[in-house]
């Protein structure tokens, strides 16, 4: 079974950057797509961005379009998201999570989550 780690959340003020990183085990049929979601307390696990293990294009949500990026380095089986001008609304934890397509990805239906890492935005 593909296994996923987080790292890189913390606590951060607003208007600071993070990157988060997700390393798998192995990259196989059932992750060819990667994924970040994130839950914030008392709400639903949302879709934040996806990628194929190939590159580009990317995908997100419409609302975090150009302060959040996603990327890989299959080299390394790790995928990461840059997240810039961070908001207090953007406190959650964030999960990493494999799928075989980016459209089970969108619908939050992966294969595989990763246990999740902490991120925190002071006002």
């Known amino acids: 079974q593909v296994q996923m780690v987080e790292s890189g959340g913390g606590l951060v003020q607003a208007g600071g950057s993070l990157r988060l990183s997700c390393e798998t085990s192995?990259?196989?049929?059932?992750?060819?797509?990667m994924g970040w979601f994130r839950q914030a307390p008392e709400k639903q696990r949302e879709f934040v961005a996806a990628i194929r293990w190939s590159g580009e294009p990317a995908y997100y949500t419409d609302s975090l379009k150009g302060r959040f990026t996603i990327s890989v380095d299959s080299a390394k089986n790790t995928v990461y998201l840059q997240m810039t001008n961070l908001e207090p609304e953007d406190t959650a934890v964030y999960y990493c999570?494999?799928?075989?397509?980016?459209?089970?990805?969108?619908?939050?239906?992966?294969?595989?989550w990763g246990q999740g890492t902490q991120v925190t935005v002071s006002s």
């Open positions: 192995e990259i196989s049929f059932s992750i060819l797509s």
């Open positions: 999570a494999g799928a075989t397509t980016v459209l089970d990805l969108q619908q939050v239906r992966p294969n595989t």
